[in-house]
């Protein structure tokens, strides 16, 4: 008896590994090797014809940290990250709360909200592009009327990156919205119920009550925003290309600019393992400090 | 081997079209261009293309059409990484460096064999050779090759009380001209700060009596008092005279402004001249541009180059590509259809081109520019210097710092860069 | 917490926070109507200048006649054609690839037991957070060695084995009641039988949930098909969009305009009409 058991189990594993081999190839072809390879590659020089890739430690990161560049643009992904996720957040809390009333046309309200959460990054971008053109762009003929000078949103190093932000909240609030709505209606009525009977005013009920029970929705969501604020770098590509003097220039972006089109993989792999690292951090923020307290869907 | 695995696997999986394998015995060159796809400028490309393909019947070209210069360079350099075909293309003439540093291309100077070939290879006009040639070999041949021109609205400049027949010729003239076409919503003159800031600068630093380069590609003179002075003159056509709108001009969408009358003159790359005569509804002259110490413009545009990475047989057929592609007949053909300067003398002595110039003048203002053209900005670690100078240039132009302080900041950031190959 | 439950509640729900939140009468219900006009401004505005030429466009002119002259230009300047082809077949491959990978992965860590099984799946659910988009660089050399460097399948393969493809089949492979399995074991199926008749029917709306995110999700990816693609034969939607409409093209906008619609129509069209199973998807299976 024991034997057959600890037989079947043996078979049990084998094709437990056996199902499992494919995807995890692929995983570590496309993800883990490709992290590992990144480390490596960023000890090395970049190879050009007169001066061959020899292995330089961290000179790569030195250099990195001296540039002044590598600072804007690590400042600039900070602002992005720090005004896209709570914005983005509160927004969709207002969405979710009023597509989740009883409003006239609230199937309206939801799908404008979401709309553009369908639509790439770089049809987005070529639709803000119609707003942002300095003179015939519209927030510029809007803001005419009132006898504004026009301005070059994206052109000028201090609204640059806000023009950008702008699009990404815009972008994401709506996909945020439908987790609330789903927590919200998941809240029990006779919560409110009693906080009228102890007469508490809207807002209230809102900061004391609503806002704790999504508190795992707002972690969650919070986690997700973090991921896009390093992701989320389409739209530069058509509004600013990162500039004008890297004013706009997010980190994901750099990399790219500095593997395919300088040409500097080994300095592109040294931005790649950094920010690997704070995504790392993210990662342990996720499984270790908020484990259990994030419904994770 | 591998084009064949792919096509294989995507053939059975979804049955995506892939290019088939080239038949065994005929010559397949694939050539990258940087025009976007689909656009007009292809079919002028493809039926030369096919004109080609005519006359030499076992040679096959597939043209890809790869988007901007810095498009079709990534494009071109990951298909020869990755064992794409590529055995020619056209690319900035200014990526001569990154190509010799990545080893990809060879010289021209070893493809001639006749001396009908040597002759063909000294055909072209002399300052469009010195970007494409390094260390006394000739690596790169011009074919949509341009200078800046100044485009000029002739009805405003008769509604100004200007002589729409005589154009600024200096700074000074330029800036006068500018506070008479300033209107209230229409501005002097636009010279576009996105795109290729350096190019630009570039044009006014060379006005100014500055090279902004050496020869051998490995120094830079950013923070000369030269190119200090040009880029405070730049700065001031805004923030003193007023006659530039604030901020930085953007290069794409300048035409379109011209067009609409959103400004009386224009600094464009001569590229634009057909498609500018072709939408404008006004009367609009193109000159060259004004003089401060002298006269002068960068060249500019794309150059031809073969790639390292082909057979034999394959660069000769390369080469007859290229000699097809730059005769005089195609030159003038391309230079009507763009606005592109007709690369070699011999273009302009075409019927088709000089019926053109009859009537419509305007198209020999590049050319004539040539005499006193200079080499585009071209250094090696190209991008990361010309990015230097880019952020320099805009951050001047968008007031965030003196021409002096983003200058020596440039130029420092091009020392650390360029140490190397000294 | 769960969706299902939330139904049965839904409607006293409704009644009772809608009278909550309307105290102040229309005036949030305005606020609400402003912000999602706000919202969809963008889209509406560039529908209405894609049929307008681009003077009565940019003079917002609203009495100006329609005209078609944006889309024929746009359709005529681009392979579009093309471009679409490529992205259906992008999406069906990586979608075929992720259900082949993820449902045999995730059917292994739901049902079988072997030793290293947990560490495997906190390896896994690692991946997401090692994005694929940071990855470009050490990808693209991997794709390229592996010859698949401007092909479809090359654009597609670094996401077939998604880890939250994995994670969600699991979920939904553990909520099959082990009757259900004996049922189909006495019936004399082996595994795969088994994982074919019972657990990917049961799991059949997380496959539906799934699919609508990935389908939506590659259809408007750009960073990585910009790195591998290099002609109009791979090149998807997305990239070919950007290259028509970047700013040195010169490209009127009122065109762009058009050719943005035109690339986002398939998709925006489809929302529409299944607009609250969309939600519901995202909602199931929206983080990728």
């Known amino acids: 008896m024991a034997t057959s058991d600890s037989h079947e189990r043996r078979r049990m594993a084998l094709y437990g590994w056996m199902l499992l081999a494919p995807a995890l190839i692929m995983l570590t072809t496309f993800a883990f090797l490709p992290t590992v390879s990144a480390l490596w590659r960023s000890f090395f020089s970049r190879e050009t014809s007169r001066n061959p890739s020899e292995f330089i430690g961290l000179e790569n990161y030195e250099y990195l940290f001296q540039d002044p560049v590598f600072w804007q643009v690590a400042t600039n992904n900070l602002i992005y990250a720090g005004v896209t996720i709570p914005v983005s957040i509160v927004i969709a809390l207002g969405m979710a709360l009023w597509a989740n009333s009883k409003m006239q046309g609230r199937t309206f309200l939801r799908i404008a909200y979401f709309t553009p959460t369908m639509l790439p990054m770089i049809a987005a971008a070529n639709l803000w592009l119609f707003f942002y053109t300095p003179d015939i762009g519209l927030i510029d003929s809007i803001t005419a009327l009132f006898g504004a000078e026009p301005v070059n949103w994206l052109g000028q190093p201090e609204t640059a990156l806000w023009a950008v932000i702008v699009v990404t909240i815009w972008k994401e609030a709506g996909f945020y919205m439908i987790f609330y709505l789903a927590a919200l209606q998941t809240i029990p009525p006779d919560l409110r119920e009693a906080a009228i009977i102890e007469g508490a005013s809207r807002w209230t009920y809102l900061r004391r009550i609503l806002l704790p029970l999504l508190m795992p929705t707002t972690l969650f969501v919070m986690i997700n925003a973090m991921i896009n604020s390093v992701k989320l770098i389409d739209h530069l590509f058509i509004l600013t290309k990162g500039g004008p003097n890297n004013a706009s220039k997010l980190l994901l972006y750099w990399i790219w600019e500095t593997a395919f089109s300088y040409f500097d993989r080994p300095m592109a792999a040294a931005l790649t393992v950094l920010v690997l690292a704070v995504l790392g951090l993210v990662a342990i923020l996720q499984f270790r400090g908020l484990e259990g307290r994030i419904h994770y869907r | ?422 | 917490m769960s969706v299902g439950t939330a139904s049965a509640t839904q409607n006293a729900l409704r009644r009772s926070l809608s009278g909550f939140f309307e105290e102040d009468g229309g005036l949030e219900t305005i606020a609400a109507w402003l912000l999602a006009i706000v919202w969809i401004s963008p889209l509406v505005f560039a529908a209405w200048a894609s049929f307008h030429t681009a003077s009565d466009a940019l003079s917002f002119d609203l009495t100006a006649p329609l005209t078609l002259v944006n889309y024929i230009e746009a359709w005529f300047d681009a392979p579009w054609l093309r471009y679409f082809f490529n992205t259906m077949a992008l999406v069906t491959l990586i979608l075929l690839g992720q259900f082949f990978f993820c449902t045999l992965a995730g059917y292994a860590f739901a049902r079988f037991e072997f030793r290293g099984r947990e560490v495997l799946f906190i390896l896994v659910l690692m991946q997401l957070f090692i994005l694929p988009e940071v990855l470009i660089v050490e990808n693209y050399v991997i794709v390229s060695n592996l010859g698949l460097f401007d092909s479809i399948l090359g654009i597609g393969v670094p996401y077939m084995a998604s880890a939250f493809g994995i994670f969600l089949l699991r979920q939904a492979f553990k909520q099959v009641p082990k009757e259900l399995e004996e049922a189909a074991r006495i019936e004399g199926c082996g595994w795969m039988g088994i994982l074919w008749r019972v657990y990917m029917p049961v799991a059949k709306p997380t496959y539906l949930a799934y699919a609508m995110v990935s389908i939506a999700t590659h259809w408007n990816n750009f960073l990585w098909p910009l790195v591998v693609t290099n002609s109009s034969d791979t090149r998807p939607l997305t990239v070919g969009l950007s290259l028509f409409a970047a700013p040195e093209s010169g490209v009127s906008i009122v065109v762009i305009s058009a050719a943005t619609l035109m690339s986002i129509a398939p998709l925006l069209i489809a929302f529409l009409l299944f607009q609250r199973q969309f939600m519901q998807a995202f909602l199931r299976a929206g983080i990728r």
């Open chain 2, 1 to 422: 081997m591998n084009r064949q695995l792919t096509g294989l696997l995507g053939a059975s999986v979804l049955a995506a079209g892939l290019a088939a394998p080239a038949a065994a015995e005929d010559i397949e060159l694939t050539m990258y261009y940087p025009i976007a796809v689909g656009g007009p400028l292809t079919e002028v490309v493809d039926g030369m293309i096919a004109g080609f393909e005519e006359e030499n019947p076992d040679i096959s070209v597939n043209a890809i059409y790869a988007g901007n210069y810095d498009d079709t360079r990534v494009r071109a350099i990951s298909a020869l990484e990755s064992g794409e075909p590529a055995q020619l293309s056209v690319m900035f003439s200014i990526d001569v460096y990154e190509l010799l540093e990545q080893d990809l291309i060879v010289p021209f100077d070893d493809l001639v064999e006749t001396e009908e070939e040597k002759e063909w290879l000294d055909s072209f006009y002399p300052a469009l050779m010195s970007n494409g040639t390094v260390d006394d070999k000739v690596w790169g041949v011009p074919f949509q090759r341009s200078t800046i021109v100044l485009y000029y609205n002739k009805d405003m400049f008769e509604e100004a009380g200007l002589d729409p027949e005589d154009p600024p010729e200096t700074w000074d003239e330029m800036v006068e001209a500018g506070k008479a076409l300033r209107g209230e919503d229409r501005w002097g003159v636009m010279v576009p700060s996105t795109g290729y800031p350096y190019w630009m600068f570039q044009a006014f630093a060379i006005q100014n009596g500055i090279e902004l380069m050496n020869e051998n590609g490995t120094e830079v003179y950013f923070d000369s008092p030269e190119a200090i002075e040009a880029l405070a003159y730049w700065r001031d056509l805004s923030a003193e005279h007023d006659v530039m709108p604030d901020g930085t001009v953007e290069w794409g969408t300048l035409r379109q402004a011209f067009l609409e009358g959103q400004t009386g003159m224009m600094w464009h790359t001569t590229g634009n001249l057909t498609a500018v005569r072709n939408e404008a509804e006004f009367d609009f002259g193109v000159a060259m541009l004004p003089a401060n110490e002298r006269q002068g413009s960068p060249t500019g545009g794309g150059n031809f180059y073969v790639f390292k990475n082909s057979t034999e047989e394959e660069q000769r057929a390369s080469m007859e590509l290229i000699k097809y592609m730059t005769a005089p007949e195609r030159a003038a053909e391309w230079s009507i259809e763009t606005g592109y300067v007709g690369i070699s003398p011999a273009a302009y002595e075409t019927e088709a081109l000089q019926d053109y110039v009859d009537d419509f003048p305007q198209a020999l203002v590049a050319r004539d520019q040539l005499e006193v053209a200079v080499a585009e900005l071209s250094t090696y670690e190209t991008g990361r210097v010309r990015e230097a100078l880019n952020n320099a240039v805009q951050s001047v132009l968008t007031g965030s710092a003196e021409p002096e302080e983003a200058l020596s900041q440039a130029q420092s950031k091009a020392e650390r860069l360029l140490r190397a190959y000294r």
